[in-house]
């Protein structure tokens, strides 16, 4: 499972990040693909060449993001989405056809903006292609923000969905309306202070701050995840400079954290947040934090080599 969350500072950075909650980890790195990088779409999408920085792995030297941003300040994150995901057979004539597995680095490598993002998506077929046989498709949607707004994109029986994001947040199934309605199931969530009131003749005082947020779901499954997260994001309050707005998007990816032991899988493993990770477009810096170290490193895309045309990880 997964959480993500975005926000932009006071001075309009965007700063994006997401957990990736599983069992296991798949040997991820931070994994630049510079400008120059000879990506070869799997169908007849183009490449338009933005470089692009992010949490993933190298498969047939193709970078494989989790997620990933690209140098206009454009960001992408898949999350797990079984059970509602499914994704065209084959290509489909008169559209552009993307591989389920390319969708990350294809609208990084695209675009400069959410709203290029929705409209190419209008003619777009993700395609339940699998890079090579080691890898099966993953059933993912995904979140894509920049400084303006957020969308959310999922890929279903139905066909291509594009919703507006205007909580900034996502988590894992179900599909993102029923996230969205369920909201307003903790309408009367505030982050006030109770004050006291009087029932009969008894005056009931507050015996501390957090009163007037009871009822938030405190459990590990996705619809719950969602509601912490977005009430987090929603009532931070705004900081200034790189180190207090990345403390902000940690510790509000935090709050959807998943601790080893409270959730098991089907095969009797416990889920657990393998890795938390953000990206700043004020630096151009991708931070990561993971399980057994919660040290967040930062990566700056000056550490790379713009001039290469080379995959490079760290």
Known sequence: ???AVRFVDAEG???FGRNLDWECGYGEKIVYTPADYAYQPAFNAEDRNHAVIGVGIVVDDTPLYFDCANDAGLAVAGL???GYAQYAEDSVNFTTNVAAYEFPLWVARSFTSVDEVAEALKNVTIVAKQINDQYPVAMLHWIIGDATRSIVVEYTASGMHVYDNDIDVMTNQPEFPVHRANLINYINCTPTMVKPVKWAGAELKPWGAGLSAHGLPGDPNSMSRFVRIAYANAHYPDKQGEKDNVTRLFKTLSSAAM???MSAMADGQFEKTMFTSGY????KTYYMATYDDPTIVATPVSD?????N????K
């Open 304 to 308: 790379f080599d713009a001039t290469s």
């Open 80 to 82: 797990n989405f079984p």
């Open 13 to 15: 950075n965007l700063y």
């Open 259 to 261: 601790i080893e032991g």
């Open 280 to 283: 700043s477009a004020k630096t």
């Open 310 to 313: 080379k995959l490079q990880t």
């Open 1 to 3: 499972m997964c959480s």
